[in-house]
């Protein structure tokens, strides 16, 4: 045997050579002095460092002198127990049951989730609490990161719950009370006139007359629905077709095959609908936003309107700005538009020389997935911007969360495990955050799960993009390497995107790569620490 | 190779009885399971983690663990090695957390040449260098190559529990400890050169 190397020698002291191998080792040493005063020096080193790190002349702090207790946890945390346990039975008490009650008064289960989220909205008065929610989902995430960012900073306990009781305190805040009055339709139903319902109406019928007043929301499921008296605050209607010739003080929301508006409405117009008409003496006090195969509008709108889809013909007029997203825009003699008219479309509008325009349409060419205008420095000034945008999210990633990312990028590596979980994620993760939907305990977890999981899919890029910027600037050390790294495997990606009809394959497999990757990092992170040690 | 012994004079049936008090809830227990580890812990934090704060906020947090997992603990096996896995694993998961490793992978280290040492000067280097330089060029170290010194010398850790850890293979964990023991002779001979500049080097 020759000389052996350094590695054998330690691994021959450490026990770790197999018998023949350290046979021959040893053989060895016992002729070739050179080799014998190696392992020597190298043994003598081993006690060295035993020594030296065993070396004790460092006294323990006086504050870990007493063991951490449990019956150390502070006033502070009971308090903001307590607060929870207030700020989750207000949300239960305030929230939750009086859906559960209004929804079993209506006849409903927890079966469909689409009704279930509509009829709470209407409960909630609307999307605005669903913003209102959504607003409190998202600071109380950004105070919990802020707390996890800081809690080896803060000693002091009772901070944290006063912290805490403020996040709950705003959730105790009750909401407005409410109670509705619902009818079955035998098949139809009619609110005759001269009646008046002084609360909310709800209507579940073949064919719904209103021709009385609501004094509250009207919300109806019917095959067709015609609104004849006053409703003092929104219609929310899902139906075939819905007519609506008395006032509205309120909103409008109607999801619809067919949507004519005769009279006033107070506030806005949301509808989704086959064929939507607002007819000439119908008048809104606020702003529309429609999705129409066919539209028109006839009558005056106060505010801007927003519509996407099929045709529109505009004859109307309307006080504020408008933007139509539609394949033909007709503008007609009588049409007269306050503001600025934007429309993307397939051709130019068809405007009557009569028509009262404060100035010119700016038309925009609708362009397909793969007309993209690669000569428009336009095209390319968004593309940076997007680069952009997932460039500083990378960047608060790297400085929020740096092991994460790492670990992230480091998953990345096996590529196809990370598209399999990928694909499996993409895909199972709505279905799941939908169920729980449908379960009402569950809807605010199963929007926020959504809102993640959005959030999730964005964040992929950022992944793989360190990882291939890796793959070609190496493994430089420190955050601006991180960051170089960064920006190049997004630009990469970004241009690749950009790729003709390949593209956005190869943007739903980096997606998909991204995420698999994600979850691999999370399950690194969330294994139980002495799952190993245990085993 | 002997486990680093930490509690003088008690016996396994004695400590067994300690742990199983705990476990019951004694706090008197706690307190002595405490008094009989958490100095070493504390030693081990200290040369694992960069800062004499991190080290202190590293023991409550290990023995807070401690607490809460003592039920999983298999009383077959040595309550040290156990504990100083649970502190290795602590301390591992924070450096990692902390920073952007930027570590070199196993593949890169395996090629990387490895000088051999004159013996006479390795003799020498330990004839100059007391323990204590010898623990403040252990800061120095880059985050794995430190830890890899640490969980190998001073908590007599086996190379599986060392790959475990570190989460690299087993076969690697003789070039990782070579390769610190390497690094650490640079920085006391004060030839230290491009991996102090690297995640683990600066701002000791």
């Known amino acids: ?535 | 190779m002997e486990r680093r012994k930490t509690t003088g004079e008690m016996s396994a049936a004695e400590i067994a009885e300690v742990l199983t008090q705990v476990r019951a809830g004694d706090a008197d227990a706690w307190g002595e399971l405490y008094r009989m580890y958490g100095p070493a812990i504390f030693r081990f934090c200290r040369r694992a983690l960069p800062t004499r704060e991190d080290a202190e906020d590293a023991t409550t947090e290990v023995f807070m663990k401690v607490r809460q997992k003592l039920g999983t603990y298999d009383s077959s096996r040595p309550f040290t090695a156990w504990l100083y896995k649970v502190a290795s694993n602590h301390c591992w998961d924070m450096l990692r957390r902390r920073r952007i490793r930027q570590d070199l992978e196993t593949g890169d280290l395996e090629t990387l040449p490895l000088e051999h040492p004159d013996p006479s000067q390795l003799e020498r280097l330990q004839a100059e260098h007391g323990s204590k330089e010898v623990r403040n060029g252990l800061q120095k170290l880059p985050d794995r190559a430190r830890m890899a010194l640490v969980l190998r010398y001073f908590a007599e850790m086996s190379y599986d529990e060392i790959a475990d850890t570190l989460g690299v293979r087993r076969a690697f964990v003789g070039v990782l400890l070579l390769r610190a023991r390497h690094q650490l002779r640079d920085v006391l001979a004060g030839t230290d050169s491009s991996f102090m500049l690297g995640a683990g080097g600066a701002k000791r």
């Open chain 1, 1 to 535: 045997m020759s000389h052996f190397d350094e590695m054998t020698a330690l691994l021959y002291l450490e026990s770790q050579l197999d018998d023949d191998h350290a046979q021959d080792v040893s053989t060895h040493a016992a002729t070739c002095p050179e080799c014998r005063e190696l392992l020597h020096a190298l043994e003598t080193e081993g006690v060295w460092l035993r020594e030296s790190l065993a070396g004790d002349e460092e006294a323990v702090p006086s504050r870990l002198i007493d063991a951490p207790e449990r019956h150390a946890a502070p006033w502070g945390w009971i308090s903001a127990l307590g607060l929870s346990a207030g700020g989750a039975y207000t949300l239960w008490s305030g929230f939750i049951e009086p859906w559960r009650a209004q929804a079993a008064q209506a006849g409903f289960t927890q079966g469909n989730l689409f009704t279930m989220l509509f009829f709470s909205g209407a409960f909630w008065k609307g999307w605005d609490a669903m913003r209102s929610l959504m607003e409190f989902l998202a600071v109380a995430t950004l105070g919990v990161l802020v707390m996890w960012l800081l809690r080896r900073r803060w000693r002091s306990f009772p901070t944290i719950a006063v912290v805490l009781g403020a996040m709950i305190c705003s959730l105790a805040i009750p909401p407005a009370a409410s109670a509705a009055e619902t009818k079955h339709g035998n098949p139809n139903y009619t609110l005759p006139a001269g009646e008046e319902t002084k609360t909310d109406l709800i209507v579940f019928a073949d064919r719904t007359q209103i021709n009385g007043n609501v004094d509250g929301d009207l919300i109806v499921w019917s095959r067709s629905v015609a609104v004849n008296g006053h409703i003092t605050g929104d219609i929310i209607c899902f139906s075939q077709e819905l007519t609506v010739d008395g006032p509205v003080d309120g909103n409008v929301r109607a999801f619809a095959q067919k949507v004519t508006l005769n009279n006033k409405v107070g506030k806005n117009v949301m509808a989704w609908a086959g064929e939507l008409n607002i007819a000439e003496k119908s008048i809104v006090g606020g702003t529309v936003t429609a999705g129409t195969g066919n539209g028109e509008l006839n009558g005056h709108i106060a505010g801007d309107i927003l519509a996407f889809g099929g045709d529109f013909d505009v004859n109307g007029s309307l006080g504020h700005d408008a933007a139509f997203q539609v394949e033909t825009l007709h503008i007609g003699p009588s049409a007269e538009i306050k503001g600025r008219t934007k429309f993307q479309g397939s051709r130019e509008a068809e405007v009557s020389p009569a028509a009262k325009l404060a100035s010119p349409i700016e038309f925009t060419l609708k362009k397909h997935e793969h007309e993209r205008n690669y000569s428009s420095p336009r095209f390319y000034w968004h593309q940076t911007l997007l680069w952009g945008a997932s460039f500083v999210f990378g960047l608060v990633l790297i400085l929020l969360a740096p092991g994460f990312l790492f670990d992230a990028q480091r998953a990345c590596r096996k590529i196809a495990q990370s598209i399999g979980f990928g694909l499996l994620f993409l895909l199972a993760t709505p279905i799941a955050a939908i169920i729980v939907c449908i379960t009402i305990v569950g809807l605010g977890v199963g929007i926020s799960t959504l809102l993640l999981y959005v959030i999730a899919i964005y964040s992929a890029n950022v992944y793989v993009g360190s990882w291939l910027g890796e793959r070609i600037l190496g493994e430089g050390v420190g955050v601006g390497a991180a960051l170089g790294r960064l920006a190049l495997g997004l630009v990469i990606l970004r241009v690749v995107g950009t790729v003709p009809y390949i593209g956005g394959w190869i943007s739903f497999v980096v997606v998909a790569w991204g995420l698999g990757a994600m979850v691999l990092a999370l399950y690194r992170y969330m294994r139980p620490q002495l799952a190993p040690a245990i085993s």
